[in-house]
């Protein structure tokens, strides 16, 4: 939902307290905003597990029905899962506009998968995590169904205050983490990895046994952990998250979910990667804002929001709900902005309409309050501002900005702070 997408940005703020003797930096400096999120679809991630060594199910991917078909043949396996590939969770349990339900089938018969691809792709599939109207099917995935009987929580993430990544597992898996560490937390196990000695077969062999995988298994185990995190540097993820690590009853251990994080400033170095980044079901305006490098995540209010720094965003949105008010955005300026991205972020906001104020509060560290005053009175020119705007402005060169508004001769309404400028967005709505 939005409210978590606002509440993700929220975690992975990062807040950085520079020593007393840190030189100062540079006017040239340039100052780089992290990019949007990289989607990768199901398929595509498997086939990242797969070129890493890790054990996966035998699949294909299909953009017809009778592709489908014979994927399902060439497969030969007992048991076929045919998925429905688009972004949004919940697949098993939707519909399709066909009249289809459920975006997840399980069959022994080749010839059913054929012909429910046939009512899966090119219709729109709706979940609970999904717009209204659902999104397009393009591509499904055709995989060997496998039994599983044992399910087990494994993850390598990049943790803070182990300075590096650390092994988290849990012989509880299938279900959602949080749960486990809340109720048995003496079922999560956690290893640190020293970066220059990656996991060694100890460690590797210790997570194994902690994930509850005994004999043979244990070693099968421990040597997909190994590869697992040979495949978190390989792409420079920053988590790879296995939910379930699962046991067959032949004696195999296999990978049978996985979610993949990838450091979005590593995009130079992962082209390949990157160029499999799926913005076909990416909100429209969500796309634009990131062109300008704007954080901007829509909301169901109509107070529009124009922030600089993820943290301020969420308070100033929390500050607009306790006044009474909704917000209609999420919108982070980031550090470095510009004029020209001032002026694009107040095209967005007003392209919006069931915004009927905009409430823009900068705290100016990086940035320059007097660029985003500029931009502000650009913007209500050349677009012709029609709806209410509150500003508050502090930080850097924050006069110089005030008098830019004050002289523009704008219908601009200055406010003190933030509760000062949350009150007044929402009473200008109420007049």
Same mark, same amino acid.
């Given at each position: ?13 990062n807040?950085?307290t @520079?020593?007393?003797?840190?030189p100062?930096?540079?006017?040239q400096?340039? =100052?780089?905003?992290?990019r949007? =999120? ?6 595509q991630?498997?086939? @990242?597990?797969?070129?890493s060594g ?41 519909v ?6 459920g975006?997840?089938h ?14 899966? @792709?090119?219709?729109n599939?709706?979940?609970k995590?999904?717009?209204k109207?659902g999104v397009k ?8 169904a @496998?039994?599983?009987?044992r399910?087990t ?5 990049m943790?803070r ?8 597992g849990?012989?509880?898996? *299938? ?17 640190a990895?020293?970066i ?10 210790r997570?194994?046994?902690?994930? *509850? ?9 421990a ?11 390989k792409?420079d ?31 130079f ?20 804002a990131?062109? =300008?490098?704007l ?6 209010g ?5 922030v ?8 100033t ?6 006044h ?9 300026? *980031?550090g470095?902005v510009?004029?020209r991205?001032?002026?694009e ?7 919006d309409?069931?915004?009927e104020?905009i409430?823009?509060n ?5 940035v ?14 050349e677009l ?10 502090e930080?850097?060169?924050?006069h ?11 219908p601009?309404?200055a ?6 400028a ?9 007049k």
């Amino acid at each position: 939902t939005p409210q978590q997408r606002v509440r993700k940005l929220g975690e992975m703020l990062n807040f950085l307290t @520079l020593p007393p003797s840190f030189p100062s930096l540079p006017s040239q400096c340039t =100052w780089l905003s992290p990019r949007r =999120w990289l989607n990768l679809q199901e398929y595509q991630s498997k086939k @990242l597990m797969q070129e890493s060594g890790v054990a996966v199910q035998r699949f294909y991917v299909a953009d017809t029905a009778s592709e489908a078909l014979e994927a399902a043949k060439r497969l030969n396996a007992k048991e076929i899962v045919l998925k429905a590939q688009i972004l949004a969770g919940g697949r098993g349990k939707g519909v399709f506009d066909s009249g289809l339900k459920g975006g997840v089938h399980l069959t022994k018969d080749p010839a059913v998968v054929g012909e429910l691809a046939n009512k899966m @792709l090119g219709f729109n599939l709706t979940t609970k995590q999904t717009p209204k109207d659902g999104v397009k099917v393009k591509t499904v995935m055709v995989a060997e169904a @496998l039994d599983i009987s044992r399910e087990t929580y494994f993850a390598i993430l990049m943790d803070r205050s182990c300075n590096g990544p650390v092994m988290v597992g849990s012989p509880q898996g *299938g279900m959602d983490i949080e749960e486990v560490a809340a109720s048995t937390p003496e079922l999560i196990f956690k290893e640190a990895i020293d970066i220059f000695e990656g996991v060694r077969d100890d460690q590797a062999l210790r997570m194994a046994a902690n994930l *509850g995988f005994k004999g043979p298994l244990q070693r099968q185990a421990a040597d997909q952990i190994k590869r697992l995190y040979d495949l978190f540097l390989k792409v420079d993820a920053t988590q790879v998250e296995v939910n379930p690590l699962g046991e067959t009853p032949e004696g195999q251990v296999v990978c049978f979910d996985a979610k993949i994080n990838f450091d979005d400033n590593a995009e130079f170095r992962q082209k390949a990667v990157f160029a499999m980044d799926d913005m076909t079901e990416s909100d429209p305006t969500e796309m634009q804002a990131a062109k =300008w490098d704007l954080k901007y995540i829509g909301l169901d209010g109509n107070i529009a929001c124009f922030v600089n720094g993820a943290g301020l965003a969420m308070a100033t949105c929390d500050i607009i709900d306790l006044h009474g008010g909704k917000p209609a955005n999420f919108l982070d300026l *980031g550090g470095g902005v510009k004029e020209r991205q001032v002026y694009e972020a107040f095209k967005l906001l007003t392209a919006d309409p069931k915004v009927e104020a905009i409430l823009v509060n900068i705290f100016g560290g990086i940035v320059n309050c007097a660029i985003i005053a500029n931009g502000i009175t650009k913007a209500c020119r050349e677009l012709e501002l029609k709806v209410p705007l509150v500003v508050r402005l502090e930080g850097t060169n924050v006069h110089e900005a005030k008098r830019i508004l004050t002289e523009s001769g704008l219908p601009i309404t200055a406010a003190d702070n933030l509760d000062d400028a949350a009150k007044k967005a929402v009473a200008a709505i109420r007049k």
